[in-house]
DNA sequence: TTTTCTTGTGAGACCGGTCTCAAAAGGCAA
DNA sequence: TTGCCTTTTGAGACCGGTCTCACAAGAAAA
């Protein structure tokens, strides 16, 4: 099948000529506003079938002013976690006749700031993002259209942010664990952290890590276990030493009874270097992770999972967004989603000596 | 934090005002074309930081004709196959300074027609796709910008296609399964047929659906299967029905002794069904499923898969359509990427009685 | 019939850049 | 000093839409 050429790229003055009538009025019928007899409306259309005639919408923005796309800055499309937050932020925008720029940070503000320099330059009409960091946000403070935050708030920013109840989830997760008799309890993120972590769960600024600790803390304090700070381990990112890191740490002598997954991506890391250290769930260690992912029930033993309304969020921030660019200014919104715990089969009594 | 309210926008007649010079000056140093003496242009960026100018991306693309944008429409972001490309496909773009606007067909034609139309508004530089259909392509073959295609190809449409060797992995795969004695093989596909399947491979229009069905069934025929045509299960997508089909087949009085999955998504599906018949993967029935997810390695038992170059497909297809918007007029290429089997556990000898 | 509205239409400015073209300025040889 | 060539600068058209405004025509009111 042959492939069109460059187009010539039909214009409304082109319609116009053939419709015979001024460009304005030409423009009137296509763009579909003022008032135009009938007539006339009908001849304009005609001659626009005929030419093939296709708006250019980025004329319109031009004028307009508004680009009807909305730029969302996620920090890994990979991650099922994100895939997902954005099928529903793209699922609300269709439905507004919106469309989705999406770019990676990488979970890197450096890349963030230049997605949103760029995002920005496009002009699209309003920004989602899941900021990488929290401690370099002035990028984000400076920012002149409608923002919305996913999954991390920041304290600091008075803007619309949908996040799931963090603290709470690893409050009842490690409660879950204590309950089982555990004492030495792990908790395992990707998230790397700025300073140095002392204990001082409250100064970490992104707020998902910063909750899932403070609950995690809380937990253990519930049950009476001195020094829970000295088992949070962050960084376990997808670095080939993460990996490493889990196995030393699974090999340590007072190795932990139960760990506490940030994320599906970390678990999956965990579950295999659990496996290759010849531990066995639930009767060695056990094991709880943040997200439903889909091969969390299917394992042997299946992953007992904090379940995080990940489409609801997207779609969640997508309709506070959408919202905010049809002239909403009520005071923004923080809205917190429930999570729920789905037991399975990865947790058992403490194995401790 | 407070945040700024609208900004009215700093222009490069703005920049040239404060500078003292004209606008064509100004816009030769912004824009970076033209010559201009050191004196002016440090003046000009020196205005520009002071007014903190930044450029409207969408008012150079309405005179430059390009908008540093490609489109890309895919079935379904949600599908780790689609992220994992995506990935690889921004991941390029990036690169190039170049923005990915993303959109989901859902599989559906008239889904992906408007997609392309709005994509095409936007005046996007390019365009890359996975066809939803291939009976309907006209949409396809009228589009006036280069296009590239992932992961099926078209034979109507020339235009530079990355897939993958699904005949030959499709033969591979089922070879493996004849060799370990199995005789009645199932073919699962979450695609979906325009017509009716009487056996007619060759009439199925979506390479990937085609292929895969023409390898599995020269393995067939290789070992002098009679029949395997019937064994071949369509449209076994999300619906709640698909998992319903999935249980009648595996309670059906000659249940297949091994099954080849069409996608991961297909055959977590399966999996499920399997064990909830209470079936056992390998002794009662064996598994092989197209693309290495991450939850195949982490079963019991783990999967044997068609490993294919998910992240590489995504980023060649890149790679040729910006080489493509560079100007390269090579005639259209066909790159087809070698797939590997990674044998786990997951097959083994046939229970046929 | 004349005046006053209403409604439909055309002319042209405008959005914020790029780019062509011609004029101005500077450099150098004669 | 004059002339010619090169480099720098400015004026203004242009991209493809939107939108304001003035005006024409027909309808309703006086």
Redesign the interface.
Known sequence: ???????PSVTVSDVAREAKVSKATAARVLGGYGTVSEAIRAAVLEAAKALDY??????R??TTGR?G?IGVVVG???N?FF??A??GI??VA?LSGI??????SGEDVEAEKSAI???????VDGLIVTPAQSGD?GHL????CP?ALLDRALP????DTVTVDDRDAALRATRMLTRAGHRRIAYVTAAVLSGEFRGAASKINTSTVRERILGFLDACRDAAIEGAERNIHFGSGRSESAHAVMQRLLRSDNRPTAILASDSVVA?DL??AI?ECGLNIPRDISLITFHD???T????PPITVIDQPVYALGKSVAELLIRRLKGDDRPPERIVLPTTIIERMSVGPSSAT
């Open positions: 099948m042959k492939r069109p050429p460059k187009a296709r708006p250019n919408e980025l004329a923005s031009m680009s796309s890994d499309i990979e099922p895939s997902l954005v099928r793209s699922d269709r469309n989705v720029i999406l770019a990676n320099r760029v995002l920005l330059a496009k002009q946000i403070a400076e920012i002149a923002l600091e920013l008075d803007v999956l579950f295999k496996r992912a889909d091969w029930s299917v394992t042997t």
